[in-house]
């Protein structure tokens, strides 16, 4: 069917689509439409350097973020359910962008698998925008960290930095920190927030593996080490700091093995 729109087209506009509701509807048509062979395998739309924004949540530099509270006041736990809408939105963009990026030289495989995980980016931003307003707030209600897409941009020359850093740094972290989170909302009696929470450590975990996996293939295309070329990519392209706790277990399941923690750590 030489007459199907492009996957990289569709990505494009999915990445071009401002509004959150939109977007998420617009992320998983294109999963779908991809899934059922309606988009063709062809890569003439470039990616956007910024995907498009909502006019809310303002976005500060990280240093200029309000402190959240105490956990376990209502108001501290609407704080950290936003921060974390906000992540999982802008990971819609950072998954989009990894297929219509890479994609012509990674394979149609590649191109699945990160738009499953823009797909259940975007189940995630829709179940914590959902969750918020029934707590009588919304996303965009209060203030957004504006570096997520950094790492896009400092990773978009090479798909071997860009796995390196966001799904095996900073997806993996998430699987670090969300049992915690999970436990504090549970402790405050917040059981629907705690299982919104575990639905999408469950699923980033398989986020993760697919990073591992296809960053073991692309270093055996290079004939390099998986751990010691991701060590040297995150000292040269992650600006914050690899640190403990870590949820072995969870790394573990996601094909991180502590070797590439060893002198990182």
């Not at 956990?71 to 921060?83: C, K, M, N, T, Y």
């Not at 072995?248 to 502590?258: E, I, Q, V, W």
């Amino acid at each position: 069917m030489a007459d199907r729109p492009s996957v990289s087209a569709a990505i494009r506009a999915a990445m071009l689509t401002a509004a959150p509701d939109a977007k998420v509807m617009a992320t998983r048509a294109v999963a779908r439409d991809w899934a059922a062979g309606r988009l063709a395998f062809r890569f003439e739309a470039a990616m956007p350097d910024m995907p498009a924004r909502p006019a809310a949540p303002v976005l500060l530099p990280p240093n200029a973020m309000p402190k959240r509270g105490r956990g376990g006041s209502e108001r501290g736990r609407i704080a950290l359910l936003h921060a974390l809408a906000h992540i999982e939105f802008v990971a819609i963009d950072l998954a989009l962008d990894a297929a219509g990026r890479f994609g012509a030289e990674r394979g149609p495989q590649f191109v699945s698998d990160w738009l499953s995980v823009a797909a259940d980016e975007a189940m995630h931003h829709a179940l914590l925008a959902r969750r918020l307003r029934t707590l009588g707030s919304f996303y965009g209600a209060m203030p957004a960290h504006d570096g997520l897409w950094d790492a896009a941009r400092e990773t978009a020359h090479d798909i071997a930095a860009r796995l390196a850093v966001v799904p095996m740094v900073l997806e993996a972290r998430g699987l670090d920190v969300t049992p915690t989170t999970i436990e504090r909302f549970t402790a405050a009696g917040d059981e629907r927030s705690a299982r919104i929470l575990s639905r999408i450590l469950a699923d980033e975990i398989r986020h993760v593996r697919f990073g591992t996996s296809h960053f073991a293939q692309v270093c055996e295309e290079r004939a390099e080490s998986p751990p010691d070329l991701w060590r040297t990519l995150v000292a040269r392209h992650f600006r914050g700091t690899v640190k403990p706790p870590f949820n072995d277990s969870a790394r573990r399941s996601a094909g991180l093995s502590y070797d590439f923690l060893e002198g990182v750590a």
